[in-house]
């Protein structure tokens, strides 16, 4: 049970609304009590002597007005309270998932993480919302029942209460393989999810490869295995009902056989019977609620427990205690003897890196397809934490800066552009939200964006729906660039950020990364020949280490090089586009005019 009350933990804030809303039970309850109450005076007063008519109708119609309001408030108070838990609930779980690590992501399908925050999240929704309204409600209203029992014939009303055992020990059973059960489901219908998402975001490699069979033979075995689990589900809980119409029937046997006894006798008047037959029966319906509400909470118990293992898996990169923002005025980068393993790889994929990336400089960072060069450049930013040596901004270790005040001051562009679905306006301006139109248009304009956005449909307002897919690859790229120009980070990290281009829009990318270059410090992981040759530096990368570190002509020179080889191997894609003065080269001209 520490899930739920984990669960309920979450309910204090609200616990006002919770509060207003019991008074209202109570009288929901005491209404419903007061109407079984009549039914004596009404047999034994009014119907044989026809006196207070009026008056009993009056009474009646009273009570009915107050049990509805009770129920209306009740229901829509706790459903308010409940509401406001599972949205806390939901944003927290969001909020921790979005901050983890790389390496949480890479080990989680996104299925799978949807699933938490959808499918477990309305399983919890149901009960917090209804089922614990339900259980106040109509436990309050099995109380004043059994108070009326109790009042009309004691005895009686404890042979039949005895008979409550009987419900109660197959209820907690059924219980608990609800639990399992459900959690199986929940499992089942992750997995759902997750061939969801696959699909659909691969829908064209789907069709490519004529996979649609497949892909829905796939998802049916999956769907059938979540039709079963879930009947097994249904079968549980439905095996209660008739078990407590077969207690119930026989505590109606014993009702009748005493209360006509005693009538006989005159023991018990007409009235009295009536009260007491009508309260026995009215308890039936609060206890199969209360028998479904169990089912309910132990479900939402299974699905708390998805819930809570996944805000309690902690990846996320934090500040250390003390830590600083970051001045970047000085965005010299320097790696100190650099090591990094990830948590659950045994090899070391970086060893003793160690470089320095002077203010301005641009450093191209090659090497063959795991070598490490993006997981170099993914420590800048901290999303990973180096296993040894440290990284320096201006002297600082990144370690000892906020995350915020750090990653502020850097910006990316890579070959796989995360676009939103949303308008260009918003796109461009997702880190700098209170950029004016102008700005935006200013960085469209000098990332050679403007002229395809104005020939749009609503030109900077048009949506270019999910990962921007309604427009070319180019245009995608120019779209992040202009997001990183609007940002205008001192420092700039590129992955692959031409490979994916035809020539055509890598002349006009290539320009815009010029332009964003200009000034700035950035690693640039690359392919393409043209690009490597305009950096300041080079370093090369090779199991893990840094083998070799010049410039291109410099390193070419160099007999056996590993990059000579890297060269002659063709390993670098030539560009057509001439080669194009870096920045420093720009100054260091200028100069030597002045």
């Known amino acids: 049970m520490t899930a739920l009350r984990r669960l309920l933990g979450y309910a204090a804030p609200h616990k006002s609304r919770i509060l207003v809303a019991l008074p209202a039970m109570v009288c929901y309850a005491a209404a419903a009590a007061g109407l079984l109450a009549l039914l004596e005076f009404i047999f034994d007063e009014v119907l044989p002597k026809g006196e207070r008519v009026g008056l009993i109708c009056g009474a009646v119609m009273a009570l009915y007005v107050i049990k509805g309001a009770g129920a209306y408030l009740s229901s829509y108070l706790m459903a308010d309270a409940g509401q406001r838990v599972v949205h806390d609930v939901r944003t927290e779980l969001f909020g921790h998932i979005l901050g983890q690590s790389t390496v949480f992501f890479g080990q989680r399908a996104t299925g799978r993480l949807l699933s938490r925050i959808t499918n477990d999240i309305n399983r919890v929704q149901q009960v917090v919302s209804e089922t614990f309204g339900d259980l106040l409600r109509e436990s309050l209203a099995l109380t004043f029942f059994a108070t009326i029992l109790v009042y009309q014939d004691a005895r009686l009303a404890l042979v039949c209460i005895t008979g409550a055992p009987l419900v109660v020990y197959p209820l907690v ?50 769907s ?17 009902p008739p078990l407590m119409e077969l207690v119930g029937g026989l505590s109606v046997v014993a009702v009748l056989v005493y209360g006509s006894r005693e009538i006989a006798e005159a023991e018990m008047t007409v009235g009295q019977f009536v009260t007491f037959m009508a309260a026995l029966l009215a308890m039936y319906g609060p206890v199969k609620k209360l028998s479904r509400v169990n089912a309910n909470i132990q479900g939402a118990i299974a699905a708390a427990e998805r819930i809570f293992e996944t805000l309690d898996t902690h990846t996320e990169t934090e500040d250390r205690a003390g830590a600083k923002e970051l001045a970047v005025a000085d965005s010299a980068i320097e790696f100190r003897d650099v090591e990094f393993q990830y948590h659950d790889d045994i090899d070391t994929v970086l060893r003793g890196v160690s470089f320095t990336v002077q203010t301005g400089q641009i450093v191209a960072v090659v090497g063959l397809s795991g070598a490490g060069k993006t997981t170099l450049v993914n420590l800048v930013p901290r999303f990973h934490d180096v296993t040894g040596g440290a990284i320096l901004i201006g002297g600082v270790d990144v370690r000892d800066v906020t995350l915020t005040s750090l990653r502020r001051g850097i910006g990316m562009v890579t070959q796989d552009t995360i676009l939103f679905d949303a308008s260009i306006t918003d796109n461009i301006a997702y880190a700098s939200p209170d950029a004016t139109r102008a700005e935006i248009e200013s960085v469209a ?23 921007g897919q309604r427009l070319s ?4 790229q120019r779209l992040t660039i202009a997001r990183a120009l609007l940002k205008n980070p001192p420092i700039l990290i590129l992955d692959e950020a031409t490979s994916a281009l035809d020539a055509e829009s890598e002349l006009l990318v290539q320009d815009a990364l010029e332009k964003l270059l200009l000034n700035r410090t950035a690693f640039v992981i690359a392919h393409r020949l043209s690009t490597i040759r305009r950096a300041d530096a080079i370093i090369v990368l090779q199991g893990g280490r840094v083998v070799e570190s010049g410039r291109h002509a410099e390193l070419l020179a160099r007999q056996g090089s590993v990059y000579a080889k890297l060269y002659a191997t063709q390993v670098f894609d030539s560009n057509p586009a001439p080669p194009v003065e870096t920045p420093a080269e720009v100054a260091r001209a200028a100069d030597g005019m002045s």
Do not use: C, W
């Not at 690859?473 to 995608?476: E, L």
């Open 473 to 476: 690859g180019g245009q995608r």
């Open 445 to 467: 304009r000098a990332a050679h964006a403007h002229e395809f956005i104005v020939d749009l449909p609503n030109g900077y307002d048009t949506t270019i729906g999910e990962r």
């Open 224 to 240: 059938h295995r979540l039709y079963r689990t879930n009947m097994k589900v249904t079968s549980t809980v439905s095996a209660l």
């Open 173 to 222: 059973r059924l219980g608990q393989r609800v639990r399992r059960t459900t959690r199986r489901s929940q499992e089942e219908l992750e997995h759902l999810s997750h061939l969801t998402v696959e699909a659909f975001t691969g829908h064209r490699i789907v069709q490519a490869f004529q996979a649609e069979t497949f892909e829905r033979h796939k998802f049916e075995q999956a």
